[in-house]
């Protein structure tokens, strides 16, 4: 990444980060390259790990982020000797319509919130969350399936 643009990115993060307002943090996303599909909540202090690939995180309609939680799109131990072992993962993380995110949450790279689903305050989501399931704790585990209503999340 040139050195402007790696610039641009880290400012733009911050702004996003920090602002009170969720429309100036959604459309910092989208400035970022982030795919957000209509209305969602972005809380203060998302803190986006992303090696300039930001465009791998999609945020569906209805979505809700709460603060201070992390997104990992990239993940390596460099520069530790143990990336010989545990190599460098860029992957997509996918945030389905009508999700919540609970405050200081962590999600890994690769991860799929499904559709209303649930993420508890302070889980560690490690792997994929069905749709209308509640996941809790470290790393997070299935605590409830809610009933799948009918009625349409984003009136």
Known sequence: MLPIKKLMNKILHLVMRHTP?????????????????????????????????????????????????????????????????YPKKTSPVHIKRGAWIGTGAIILPGVTIGECSIVAAGAVVIEDVSDYTIVAGVPAKVVKILKREKEDISS
Do not use: C, M, W
Not at 21 to 47: D, S
């Open 21 to 85: 307002i969720n429309i100036i943090r959604v459309g910092v996303l989208k400035i970022l390259g982030a795919n957000i599909k209509g209305k969602v909540y972005i809380g203060q202090e998302l803190f986006i790990l992303d090696a300039g690939r930001t465009d791998l995180l999609t945020i569906e309609e209805g979505a809700s982020i709460g603060p201070r939680v992390t997104i990992l799109i990239h993940s390596d131990p460099s520069p530790s000797p143990l990336v010989r072992f």
